[in-house]
């Protein structure tokens, strides 16, 4: 199914002619998450220019990068919902000054890839997708534990490559992060040990990679979870299913997108409070305060206490 974000890379494309003159700019945008932003590479030689599409994979990048790089993530909003982004001018100056890009890849933020198709020199770009290689349809990697350990090295030998004299720093903090996400992955396991096969429902896929590790069972309608991302009507049938889970105590637990509502999905909560059927929310980019395996790690222990309790 098309994801949401295609609508961002159509303003991003109207807006590439007025954005040509920014290319120059020495100015990098002030960072919103990972390492400060500072010079670019080419300004200075002192820190590598990174853009990250969102604060997910710019905390995963500024791990890796440690006080070698200058991360500016695009999208990170906890509050908003990243399908909504458009790109503007001060998202091409940064692309356009990026030694490295790391985009999420799928359809999800293909306005990355719409301006940097616009750039006369074009830096590497990192899709997380394409490195894990799911082949699954769905396009919220980072909730794949072992897949953004991947992400995680390949960005770790891309900048190497950039910047050779430091390519064995990249490498163990790359391998430092992979054991904290190690670490994630045992709780996991304990959760699947735990409670395999119990049955959850979801508004959206986006934390299925990670509901599928623990070994739960999404029984929530195809359709309704389809149309939810998709932004359009829930058909009254499938709608009426998926209420009926929470009313028939179908299901263990109910694990929301908290970043994208809207009525019928406030339906499927008003359902699951009602019939005392406990909630996790889950977001889309990285809450304030915490970084990549933080959030992961709080997300596995809520998943855990819903269904422990």
Not at 146 to 163: C, E, F, I, S, Y
Request: a negative charge; one cysteine or more; hydrophobic letters at 45%.
């Amino acid at each position: 199914m098309p994801p949401r974000p295609a609508r961002a890379a159509l303003v991003a494309t109207a807006t590439l002619v007025v954005l040509a003159a920014c290319a120059s700019s020495p100015t990098v945008p002030a960072a919103t998450s990972g390492t400060a932003a500072g010079p670019t590479p080419w300004a200075s030689g002192t820190r590598l220019a990174v853009v990250a599409s969102t604060n997910v994979w710019g905390d995963v990048v500024g791990q890796v990068g440690g006080d070698l790089v200058a991360v500016t993530s695009i999208i990170s909003d906890p509050s908003a919902d990243p399908h909504s982004y458009e790109a503007n001018a001060r998202t091409q100056l940064a692309i356009s000054q990026a030694a490295l890009i790391v985009a999420n890849g799928g359809g999800y933020d293909d306005f990355v890839d719409t301006m940097v198709g616009a750039l006369a020199t074009q830096p590497p770009v990192i899709h997380a997708v394409d490195v894990i290689a799911t082949g699954e349809d769905n396009e919220h990697v980072w909730y794949d534990l072992p897949g953004v350990q991947k992400v995680a090295d390949t960005v770790a030998t891309q900048l190497g490559t950039l910047d050779p004299e430091h390519a064995a720093t990249y490498a163990g903090n790359a391998t430092a992060f992979d054991r904290k996400v190690a670490g994630v992955e045992q709780q996991v396991a304990d959760l699947k040990a735990a409670h395999a096969g119990a049955p959850v429902a979801i508004t959206e896929p986006v934390p299925l990679y990670l509901l599928d590790e623990a070994g739960l069972v999404n029984v929530t309608p195809p359709a309704f979870s389809a149309a939810v991302e998709d932004e359009t009507d829930v058909p009254p049938a499938v709608l009426a299913d998926t209420l009926a889970l929470f009313r028939d105590h179908a299901v263990d637990a109910l694990v929301y997108n908290a970043q994208t509502t809207g009525p019928q999905t406030e339906q499927v909560l008003t359902a699951a409070h009602d019939a005392d059927i406990p909630v996790v929310p889950v977001t889309e980019t990285l809450p304030a305060g915490t970084d990549y395996v933080g959030w992961m790690s709080a997300n596995v222990t809520a998943i855990a206490g819903a269904l422990g309790r």
